[in-house]
């Protein structure tokens, strides 16, 4: 049967155009394709990259695609221009690793690879894109490698297949910690190796390879029942992946060896699927599928070295050839390469084909998708400072009318002025969107709401910023403008700048080239600052605070202060005192302007009181020196005392 068809296609080639032997099929409108060439391929087929995804997620629309590195969180959103958002790096990764696969469910995904001794289970929480992606789980708890995994959306099971030989069940009702149900082959139960599966509603079609396709009800996790298996079909090969069309009537299979046909079952009895037809391009003779997923009337193949196939399978009696694509530009051989897999099921219908040499192509819906009337900007939230322009892409949904959509700032917006790039916009297209003038926020967030209206449908759309104006200088408070007598370790105060999240305190020994001149220097948080090195003894200082923020800082005025003198001690028994040096190094010395007329008791003692040394200045002399070469470097006081007059002097030593 299979030569008669050969010979068949052979006569419709020689006498007919091959438009009509295939169907009208037409070219898939290639949209977009990223690939990143820095990404070491494997030493096995050349290849970069292997299984693909799509999620829409919060307004936007992601191509998921796995390569040696790890998974890539490709933005479609704007299907013309897409971009790379997010890279998790897999737990095995390197020119060995050909295989991996995900499935998300209630905005996780799960993912695995089929090599490396260090692959695991990754559980990736997706719940905040755009914004992050954040890894929640991985582990080698339940699973090291595995060939595929399926979701079974309906009751919360992930099941592992190809997992070191086994099939493996899991409860995810709670996403990121994933709860073992079974494990099969068990004592109970005997399950072949699954290579690939479709499971909905507890009821699996397992892809076995040389087994064939195994039906069983999972019901009751621990006690499978074997509803049918088939191994008897046109082409048998190895039996690898297949999906169901929507109403639950067919099972299209795909083995996957070379020259074998694509067969349609009808599933209507489970104890007893049927072939009911065949597809095949039919454009060489080694061709081979890899993947396919339905969505409404078509059937999505990943057809390796023939690329994107979409098959009309409203009759799925007499499927038909509707849309190719070949995105492998090398020659067709008997081996691997090119597309690898596919995903249809974005909202807004496009394409997603994983090249495995290519990396991932985004191709127009053929099916109109599902109407998309949102507008995505591509950033949601800005924190600027006061006089700052900010722009961003805002992409316009295919859905709205073809007329275009006027764009516009709505009521209770952020004050602003906007300006679109275009407007009206085209649907599909990317527009830019230039904000200036904005308002301060005080650091506070406030919403920019824009509004999309094509006469019949309408979306809005909120971007938030918080703009910051520059702190307001610091009102000083001391040491007082002019102030004398201020101690070497001066203590600075100022009050509580608006705006201000830390404060710059820089003391300077010249008015005329202050920044020229800085002596001390000082970052703090709080209102106040005392110097921990000491300022020169009767000097005129000057001294300013600058309030910061991100935004940048306001600099107070320059205030004035002399610190505590350095010689004019006082008068004592009616002769001025003075002391030299001071700051000291080796020796204090105490000199009067006349011969002292009686003694005076001499101490120098600590800061807190501690009597470190005493002399006596003898009456008849103009002269005392202390030595103070032993002591730390530090505040002391020196104490003067006649009995009936006392003078303190405070003294430094370096």
């Not at 997706?126 to 595929?148: C, G, I």
């Not at 509603?201 to 390879?209: A, Y």
């Not at 969107?433 to 650091?443: D, F, H, K, L």
């Not at 600099?555 to 040096?581: C, D, M, Q, W, Y």
Request: charged fraction near 15%.
């Amino acid at each position: 049967m299979h030569f008669m068809k050969k010979v068949i296609q052979f006569i419709c080639f020689a006498m007919l155009p091959l438009s009509l032997c295939f169907g009208q099929a037409t070219q898939a409108t290639l949209l977009d394709n990223w690939h990143d060439d820095s990404i070491i391929p494997t030493s096995f087929y050349n290849n970069r990259y292997n299984e693909c995804w799509g999620v829409g997620i919060n307004g936007h629309e992601y191509g998921i695609i796995g390569s040696t590195a790890g998974i890539h969180f490709i933005d479609v959103t704007n299907p013309s221009n897409v971009f790379e958002a997010f890279k998790v790096a897999g737990a095995s990764s390197g020119a060995n690793l050909v295989h991996r696969d995900m499935k998300d469910y209630h905005g996780y995904l799960y993912c695995v690879a089929d090599e490396g001794s260090s692959a695991k289970l990754q559980i990736i929480d997706m719940t905040d894109l755009p914004n992050n992606v954040n890894q929640v789980y991985s582990s080698n708890e339940f699973v090291v490698t595995a060939h595929d995994l399926y979701i079974d959306t309906s009751q919360a099971k992930l099941y592992l297949l190809g997992a070191g030989g086994q099939t493996k069940v899991l409860d995810i009702s709670n996403p990121a910690q994933p709860v073992l149900l079974a494990t099969y082959p068990n004592a109970n139960y005997y399950m072949p190796y699954t290579h690939d599966g479709f499971i909905k509603d507890n009821i699996g079609f397992f892809n076995c390879g040389g087994s064939g396709l195994w039906i069983i009800d999972f019901t009751v996790p621990t006690a499978p029942v074997t509803l049918s298996t088939l191994t008897a079909y046109s082409d048998p090969g190895y039996n690898h992946s297949g999906w169901m069309t929507p109403d639950g009537n067919y099972y299209i299979l795909c083995d996957e060896t070379h020259g074998a046909r694509v067969k349609i079952l009808d599933i209507t009895d489970l104890t007893e699927p049927v072939e009911v037809a065949t597809i095949e391009p039919g454009i060489w003779t080694s061709e081979i599928p890899h993947n396919v997923i339905t969505r409404g009337n078509y059937a999505y193949f990943s057809y390796y070295y023939d690329g994107l196939e979409v098959w009309d399978i409203s009759n799925p009696l007499n499927p038909q050839r509707a849309y190719y694509y070949d995105t492998y530009p090398g020659n067709n051989v008997a081996s691997y390469a090119g597309a690898w897999g596919i995903n249809p099921n974005l909202p807004s219908g496009n394409i997603l084909i994983s090249d495995m040499q290519g990396g991932l192509f985004v191709f127009a819906a053929v099916d109109g998708g599902t109407p998309n009337f949102n507008i995505f900007p591509s950033q949601n939230e800005f924190n600027i400072c006061l006089g700052e322009t900010v722009t961003f892409n805002l992409v316009i949904g295919n859905g709205f009318s073809t007329d275009g959509v006027n764009l516009s700032v709505g009521p209770g917006s952020l004050a602003a002025d906007v300006q679109f790039s275009q407007n009206p916009a085209m649907p599909g297209t990317t527009v830019q969107v230039t904000v200036s003038n904005i308002a301060s926020t005080q650091g506070v967030a406030e919403n920019l709401v824009i509004m999309a209206n094509d006469g019949t449908d309408g979306s809005t759309t909120e971007v938030a910023f918080a703009v910051t104006e520059m702190p307001v200088a610091a009102a000083q408070t001391s040491p007082a403008e002019n102030a004398t007598g201020v101690s070497v370790n001066a203590s600075f105060e100022w009050q509580a700048a608006a705006g201000a999240t830390s404060y710059k305190l820089q003391v300077a020994d010249d008015l005329a080239d202050f920044d020229g001149h800085i002596v001390y220097s000082a970052n703090t948080a709080a209102t106040n600052f005392t110097l921990s090195n000491s300022l020169a003894v009767g000097k005129n200082y000057y001294w300013r605070v600058s309030s910061k923020n991100e935004c940048g800082q306001t600099a107070s005025a320059i205030r004035t202060f002399k610190t505590e003198g350095v010689n004019a001690v006082g008068s004592l028994e009616g002769v001025e005192l003075e002391v030299f040096p001071n700051p000291a190094h080796y020796f204090v010395t105490i000199t009067s302007s006349a011969p002292m007329p009686k003694a005076v008791s001499v101490t120098l003692v600590t800061a807190t009181g501690q009597l470190l040394l005493q002399r006596e200045f003898a009456a008849g002399t103009t002269n005392l020196s202390m030595p103070v070469s032993s002591y730390p470097a530090g505040v002391y006081i020196l104490k003067m005392n006649s009995g009936k007059e006392v003078i303190l002097q405070k003294i430094v030593v370096e």
